[in-house]
């Protein structure tokens, strides 16, 4: 029974066998040893010295390379199944299978060796401990700050002009604009402005007088 095979990767090349395990909780990768193909090794150096050496030996020797190839891929199934059988055997001992939730995870972060189940199953409780306090330090601190008036200082008690009118700057809260002191919103001398040109609009102004804007754009 090979184990936790639904969780690789395979990494193999036509030069020998790789293959890379994955932990079904956190996704950390543990990567088993490349493993040379004896038949993907030759092919190359016999095709590589076929090349090299020429005429009629050269010839028979980079075909004794290509056959090699093909047959590497003729007898992949069984070579890679052994392959990926030493490849488990190898990376076993970096995985964990919980019998409560069923999946392989790694022992180095997920596992629980106390409790012999994933970290899922059997949270440690040192670190459930530490998250719970931090949780509540979090919680804490927002009831005292939700507490604390922090509105002093900040006018509330009439309508605010976010924009003045007339300048086009942030007014800054107050009843007049606070970079050029036009009255605004909720100033009883409180005086409309053409954001064209800045002239001064009467309040039942239709037009700008200075510049022919309408009172839906101003």
């Not at 095979?5 to 990567?31: L, M």
């Not at 299978?97 to 949270?123: D, F, M, Y």
Request: charged share 25%.
């Amino acid at each position: 029974m090979l184990g936790f095979t639904d969780n690789y990767q395979d990494r193999s090349t036509r030069d020998g066998y790789q293959f890379e395990f994955f932990c079904e909780r956190c996704g950390n990768g543990h990567a088993s040893s490349f493993k040379h193909s004896v038949t993907g090794l030759g092919g190359k150096v016999l095709r590589f010295g076929g090349d090299l050496i020429g005429g009629e030996w050269g010839t028979r020797a980079s075909q004794l390379g290509w056959d090699a190839a093909w047959l590497r891929d003729g007898v992949r199934g069984s070579a890679r199944d052994k392959a990926l059988a030493e490849a488990v055997e190898e990376m076993r001992p970096e995985f964990g299978q919980c019998h409560r939730c069923g999946e392989w995870v790694c022992v180095s972060i997920c596992w629980n060796p106390g409790r012999g189940l994933c970290t899922k199953c059997a949270p440690k409780l040192d670190q459930e401990v530490a998250g719970l306090q931090a949780e509540a330090q979090v919680r804490q601190l927002r009831e005292k700050i939700e507490a604390t008036d922090w509105t002093a200082g900040v006018s509330h008690d009439h309508e605010v002009t976010a924009r003045c009118p007339s300048c086009r700057n942030d007014a800054g809260g107050g009843r007049y604009c606070r970079h050029c002191g036009t009255p605004l919103a909720g100033s009883a001398e409180a005086a409309r402005f053409c954001v064209q040109c800045g002239f001064k609009l009467p309040a039942d102004a239709a037009f700008c007088g200075g510049c022919g804007t309408t009172s839906s754009s101003i």
